[in-house]
């Protein structure tokens, strides 16, 4: 059974930083690209950033381009999404994804976490 699992999320101020972590099971980890999506209240998934299995590229939303960083450690089966300079508009519910492709569209991932909740106050 595979399981994705996202922790960090939470309330910061505008210019903060947090950190999400998305450890998942059940799956040979190092096999799949592994993506980062949000949805804010009211609107459609979006894409936030890409990594490859073997974390040597990386592909990220122009909103987040400079500010957010995606990482995976493979020994650990966990990816992370470092996200500095906060804005509000970064408020939403931050998923993490599983799939064979490296890419930016969500129905490419077959895999996906229950999301953790980011909050961005003004």
């Known amino acids: 059974q595979v399981q994705l699992v996202e922790s960090g999320g939470g309330l910061v101020q505008a210019g903060g930083s947090l950190r999400l972590s998305c450890a998942a099971s059940?799956?040979?980890?190092?096999?799949?690209?592994m993506g980062w999506f949000r949805q804010a209240p009211g609107k459609e998934r979006e894409f936030v950033a890409t990594?490859?299995?073997?974390?040597?590229?990386?592909v990220y939303a122009s909103s987040v381009k400079g500010r957010f960083t995606i990482s995976r450690t493979n020994a650990k089966n966990t990816v992370y999404l470092q996200m500095n300079s906060l804005k509000p508009e970064d408020t939403a519910v931050y998923y993490c994804?599983?799939?064979?492709?490296?890419?930016?569209?969500?129905?490419?991932?077959?895999?996906w976490g229950q999301g953790t909740q980011v909050t961005v106050s003004s």
């Open positions: 059940g799956l040979t980890f190092s096999k799949y690209a």
């Open positions: 994804a599983a799939g064979p492709q490296f890419s930016q569209v969500a129905r490419t991932y077959v895999y």
């Open positions: 990594i490859t299995w073997s974390g040597g590229s990386t």
